[in-house]
Every structure is written in structure tokens, then in C-alpha cells.
């Protein structure tokens, strides 16, 4: 097979394989059949003259030529999707849909702001909010999503990055808890009873980070994948709880706030990749984006 019979589209059949390791879930993202990604990754096989994926126990791996093609080829794909998006953009007439990936904390500070500005300046564009998780960078370099906000440090090439905001960590509890007049030195945080938020996954907050490094663990008497239901959790008991300020602030008056003797201050920061880099669409949106974690 001659190799200039190549095109995009099966360039990308390889790079979603690649990226996520299955014929199976590369079909799935790219809605389908099994036997079609087959059939185009066969077409490759020939065209380099190179297996691309070898089996290895119940999965695949690539081959270090499927490596490198790859990363040529999303160069190119990149740069493709970047010319051939339109030249003018227009919020008030556009029609599109954007990903974006993040957690709790930006979708109770960053997206209803921006969810209220798009509704008002671009009321054709939808939002389609997916969690990350640990999974961003993955999703974003997969192309499951367009943005990623987060409180993450991405350095490798091929992506791109705006601070949004910058944040510290304080004490939630309940009004009538002695400890809200009284304040928390690190002796007393360490040994107040605590409601931790893990937030799901290997991530760990910075606060917990922190104190780690001083030698101390929380006395954690429950443990929460998120900080949602906190004010019914912490009323009427002794509980507190460790939470981004922005958060704490969101929960109104209903719960006590004071200073955490390990605040680990983060910053949350906008990732995307050249897929969107050089869009019309995106720039303004990423600029709306910008200007909403300016408003919380």
C-alpha cells in the first residue's frame, strides 16, 4: 500500500487507538464498528510496514514506530483542525458544543458564572461539563475534552496553560462549635474531629500534603468524595472541615469559617492543546473563561 494514500481520518483512527490502548473504546469514541478501526489500522500496518500494536496479556502496546508516528501525527492533525476552523467567529450566531473537564471546586466558583455569560453574549454554544477526576490530561489529549481547569501542573509539550485563579484552604464548622470563636493552631487542628473530603481517586489535597510534611495526620472520623452535602454533615455536631476558601464561602452563613493552620495555597489553572489552540471560537472562549474566575 502506498504510504501518500494515507489521510487524516485514519491517522486519527491510529492516534485514538493509541491513546486509548483498545480497538474497542478507540471505536466507541469514535462511534464505530470494532471491525472498522481494524480494518484502517490494517491499512497502516501496510502503508509503514510495521505491526503498530502487538498483543502483550489480555491488552495491546504499541510498537516504538507506532510511537513516533503518532506523535507526528497529532502534530499534524493539530495544526489541520487549527486551519480548517472558520476565520471569523460571532457569539451571537454560533452553533457548537465545547467539553470541558473539572472537578467540584470549578463547578461551583468557574461555570456558573460562565454558563450565565454564555446564555447572555452566545446562547448557541452548549456545555457538555465532564469530571476529571485524575483523568484530565488524559481526557484532553485523548480530545475527550476541549478545556481542562484544575488545580494541576500539566508540563509536558503540546499543551497549553492560563492561570485562572489562586486559592488557600480554611476551616468549616459548625457557628456554635467553640472552636469557630476560639481559632485552630496545628496541636488543636490535628486533634479536632474531621469530616475529610478525598474527592475520589489517588489525588490528594494540598492541605493534607502539607500537613504530611509536618508530621501530622488529621483525626478523620469520615471521609467524603466531595464537599457537597458538608453544611448538613457539620450542623449540630463537633466536626470541622478543610475546604478551598471559595468553596467555604459558597456555603453562606449556615456554617462557621476560620483559618487553617496549614492553608496550602494552589492555584487553578486553564489547560488546552493545539487541537483548539489557533480557534476562533476557543480563543473568545477561553478569554470568557478567563474573565469569569476574574469575577469569583
Known sequence: MDAYSVDFAALRVLRLVHAHGSFTRAAEALDTTQSAVSYTIERLRRAFDDPLFVRQGAGIVATDRCDEIVAEAARMLDRFAALSAPRG??????????????????RVTVVPWLMHALRAQAPGLRLHIISSTVRGKEQLSRGESDLLIGPIRIEDAGF???RLMEDIYVCVM???NPLARGGLDAARFTAVPQAVVTYGGNWRSAWLVEMERAGAVPNMVAELPSPANLPQ?????????????????????????????????????LYWTGRTHEAPMHKWLRGLIAQAATEV
Open 160 to 162: 497549553f496553560r492560563r
Open 174 to 176: 459548625d457557628p456554635a
Open 233 to 269: 454533615l457539620l450542623t449540630g455536631t463537633d466536626l470541622i472541615a478543610t475546604v478551598p476558601a471559595r468553596v467555604a464561602r459558597g456555603f453562606g452563613p449556615g456554617l462557621a469559617v476560620c483559618e487553617c493552620p496549614f492553608p496550602a495555597p494552589f492555584g487553578i489553572d
Open 89 to 106: 467567529f460571532d457569539p451571537g450566531r454560533a452553533e457548537a458544543a465545547v467539553t470541558i473537564s473539572c472537578n467540584h471546586y470549578e
